[in-house]
């Protein structure tokens, strides 16, 4: 894309200039600059805020769209349950959900589409990224049950009990600090955080409602592990309510930073290399049969490990709970 500066827009900054022409947001452009995607009078742009002047001309390369298909992989998964309707599988901490920038392949999409002939078409999404048979997530450190649509009868169904909030889904994690409550609520608004769009936060005055329901269920000496139960499903919701609280997850470098425990708790949750989430119980009503569907999985060896470790190995001989 080649521009010239309009001298009326002498002493604006170049990012600022191209989000006007380009129709690119200002973190797109700023990315294009650091790849040395955009030159003024022929040079390599040098920073974000520098100014153009009238008469200048910028060259600017547009990476192409990302992809409106997923390509199948053959990839292992562990499927719980599976009819001609719906899949519920126990997705692994180290996989994404569907594609996205930095992560074009190998996610549950991905490989989902390897498995199975077809899944439930998109509803549509902003980024244009495909995400078929997905009405619910999980992150990508984060482990355990997760349903996905292969029809649209499914798909719509499905939909419907999460916006109803008549899903029950079930967390159990692992957080910095013993002296959290036996049990509680979150209920509060959920945002963007204002300094990092990567994040969220409960403190906006803005927002959609978050609900998150806990139960301590052991504690140790500078930790503790909770039953989360969700009312809502917001991006980050467990993470961010824990954070705010000053209970973050162990091990959520984007929410904790880099505190660690102390002493023998922090040597047993090494092992832990994400932060200590995971999706163990799942309740719906198949959205077509009508059937009660309760289903639920343990942790995966990193979680379930460091539970036994620093709460002891009874911890997790519990049945779930409806």
């Not at 520098?50 to 600017?60: D, N």
């Not at 997905?134 to 649509?149: C, E, K, Q, W």
């Not at 929410?255 to 200590?276: D, I």
Request: contains cysteine; glycine residues 10%.
């Amino acid at each position: 894309m080649d521009i010239t500066v309009p001298a009326e827009c002498t002493g604006q900054r170049l990012d600022q200039f191209l989000v006007k022409v380009s129709g690119l947001s200002r973190s797109q452009i700023t990315q294009r600059i650091r790849a040395g995607d955009v030159h003024v009078d022929g040079l390599p742009a040098k920073k974000a805020g520098q100014r153009v002047t009238g008469g200048a001309k910028l060259a600017l390369v547009i990476p192409p769209g990302p992809s409106s298909v997923a390509i199948p992989e053959s990839i292992p998964l562990d499927v719980v349950y599976e009819d001609a309707h719906l899949i519920v599988v126990n997705k692994s901490p180290d996989m994404v959900v569907h594609p996205s920038p930095g992560h074009e392949s190998g996610t549950l999409v991905n490989a989902l589409l390897g498995r199975y002939e077809a899944l439930a078409p998109d509803l549509g999404t902003e980024d244009g990224r495909p995400r078929p048979g997905i009405v619910h997530r999980l992150d990508r450190g984060t482990s355990g049950l997760l349903v996905v649509a292969r029809d649209v009868q499914a798909r719509d169904g499905l939909s419907a009990q999460i916006a109803a909030r008549s899903v029950g889904r079930r967390y159990l994690a692992i957080i910095h600090g013993p002296k959290l409550a036996d049990e509680g609520t979150f209920d509060t608004l959920h945002g963007r955080h204002p300094r990092d769009r990567k994040r969220f936060t409960s403190r906006v005055r803005e927002g959609r409602r978050a609900v998150t329901h806990w139960k301590v269920l052991a504690r140790a000496r500078t930790v503790a592990l909770v039953e989360c139960r969700l009312e809502t499903g917001r991006t980050h919701q467990i993470r961010v309510h824990f954070a705010d609280d000053g209970h973050p997850l162990v091990g959520d470098t984007a929410y904790a930073g880099r505190r660690r425990a102390p002493g023998s708790e922090g040597a047993a949750l090494k092992m832990l290399a994400r932060q200590a989430l995971h999706a163990w119980a799942l309740r719906f009503e198949h959205p077509v049969t009508g059937e009660d569907l309760q289903l639920h999985v343990d942790p995966p060896s990193d979680m379930r490990g460091a539970i036994e470790a620093v709460f002891g190995k009874d911890c997790l001989s519990f049945e779930a709970r409806s």
